[in-house]
């Protein structure tokens, strides 16, 4: 690839800290230029957005806090926390870009939450209390723990990561229940939850519950999602 033909990725970022500060844990920015890709980052709150589009040719819903219940008709559990009702309006709208758009997109774990609430799907507020605790998604007191995935062996993620069994870092409390239409299941965890989803009528657009990134420079399974990420933004 020729540095003219260098793709912009969007990275989302969290939204306004306690320090007056926006925030990204770097491993996201990493793995987008280890795959080749010069990474934008996309603060909450700027409506811009047919400004900004043109620029990039992919973008990286990152993970985060919980969403506001509100938006998908969930219940207020003590467990939600870091609710950003700006970065939720951001990245919603956002969201909806992409689907309209094509844009590629990979979103990981609170992104794939925003994408499956932006089409009209619902949240399990609280895994253990719907999957037990058999496996865990997180450890106490908010910490990223390894588990099992599953990839469904004929999906478009199955062919990206060159995998349908391993292991990945997770570091969440919620996931999808209700599917919002147009997406289809490609990935669980061994306690069933959903860890994984397609839009077949997109270009490339894959959304995991798990952090690829956290263990993507030394996962060659995991970096692949940002490589073939780039690959499709270099040809966009």
Request: charged residues 20%.
């Amino acid at each position: 690839m020729r540095a003219t033909d260098t793709p912009f990725i969007g990275i989302t970022t969290y939204g306004r800290g306690p320090h007056n500060r926006y925030i990204l844990p770097a491993e996201y920015v990493d793995a987008v230029r280890r795959a080749g890709g010069i990474p934008l980052l996309l603060p909450p709150g700027d409506e811009r957005l047919d400004a900004v589009l043109p620029l990039l040719k992919a973008v990286v819903f990152s993970g985060g806090g919980d969403l506001d219940p509100d938006l998908y008709g969930g219940s207020r559990h003590e467990t939600i926390y870091m609710v950003e009702p700006e970065r939720d309006r951001s990245e919603i709208d956002l969201a909806r870009r992409v689907f309209d758009l094509g844009v590629p997109t990979l979103a990981i774990c609170r992104g794939s939450q925003i994408l499956n609430v932006a089409k009209g799907g619902t949240l399990i507020e609280h895994l253990p209390d719907e999957v037990g605790e058999t496996v865990n998604h997180r450890v106490p007191p908010r910490e990223p723990t390894p588990h099992a995935i599953r990839v469904k062996p004929a999906s478009r993620l199955a062919g990206l990561l060159g995998a349908t069994d391993f292991s990945c870092m997770s570091w969440h409390h919620q996931a999808v229940r209700q599917v919002a239409p147009g997406f289809e299941v490609v990935a669980h965890a061994p306690d069933g939850t959903i860890e994984g989803l397609e839009m077949p009528s997109h270009p490339w657009l894959v959304a995991v519950q798990w952090h690829p990134e956290l263990t993507a420079a030394e996962d060659p399974i995991q970096q692949r999602l940002f490589d073939a990420l780039v690959e499709a933004a270099g040809t966009r």
